[in-house]
């Protein structure tokens, strides 16, 4: 299994462009988690999905940041506009299932908004 | 509020030097307790769940144990490769679900 894919990998943008992030869950995995990575904040959760239905987005920041599961392979978090202060490294990671703990985390994507 | 609170926050250990990492957490309900370790420019990668005080697990070098307040992720003998960032998370009651709330980390640095 190739793990759980994230793309792209780097994203340079300036402020006010939509950035979209992309991931590819571990296949038959049933949670999908995404999380932000920053020096001042360390590791926060944004929302996590459940059989592609999202079931807590407390996490996200504001209403410029969204996320969305079509299917069981793929997801997207989507964040417009894009300001300085969102620049980290966002985390996707897939979990089995209900009775396993662990969660498997793609590479991240760093992204940074000038 | 759920907390998570690691330390020190670097580390720095000569090869074969053991050494402990402190997770102090404060959670209503605690439903697991975590350890990831994480290199530079990768997600993290689990190590270890513990879900009750008194639970120990071990993984070649590494050893977690946890009582009510806090847990140690002890390193014996370390060697090079073992420098990472460790991160701690908990999963609990007020966080409710899935949620979990990750510690920053402590960063250590093993010399040959």
């Known amino acids: 299994d190739a793990g759980v894919i994230q793309s792209p990998r780097h994203e340079v943008t300036e402020m006010g462009q939509e950035v979209t992030l992309r991931c590819k869950p571990i296949?038959?995995?049933?949670?999908l988690f995404w999380y932000r990575q920053t020096m001042m904040r360390g590791l926060e959760l944004l929302i996590y999905f459940n059989n592609n239905v999202p079931i807590d987005d407390s996490g996200m920041p504001e209403d410029r940041f969204s996320a969305k599961m079509p299917n069981a392979s793929f997801s997207t978090l989507k964040i417009q506009p894009s300001e300085p202060r969102d620049s980290a490294v966002y985390f996707c990671?897939?979990?089995?299932?209900?009775?396993?703990?662990?969660?498997?985390f793609g590479p991240g994507t760093r992204l940074t908004v000038l | 509020e759920d907390q998570v609170t690691q330390s020190p926050e670097a580390l720095r250990l000569q090869e074969g030097e053991s050494s402990s990492l402190n997770c102090s957490y404060t959670v209503s309900g605690l439903r697991g307790l975590f350890w990831y370790r994480q290199d530079p420019g990768k997600g993290p990668e689990f190590l270890f769940t513990?879900?009750?005080a008194g639970e120990e697990k071990e993984k070649e070098r590494l050893k977690a144990t946890l009582t009510k307040k806090e847990s140690f992720l002890h390193i014996t003998a370390p060697k090079p490769e073992d420098s990472a960032t460790y991160l701690c998370a908990v999963q609990g009651g007020d966080t409710g679900g899935f949620k979990t709330i990750f510690g920053a980390g402590t960063r250590l640095f093993v010399k040959a």
């Open positions: 513990l879900y009750s």
């Open positions: 990671a897939s979990r089995p299932g209900l009775l396993n703990n662990e969660q498997f």
């Open positions: 296949s038959g995995h049933d949670y």
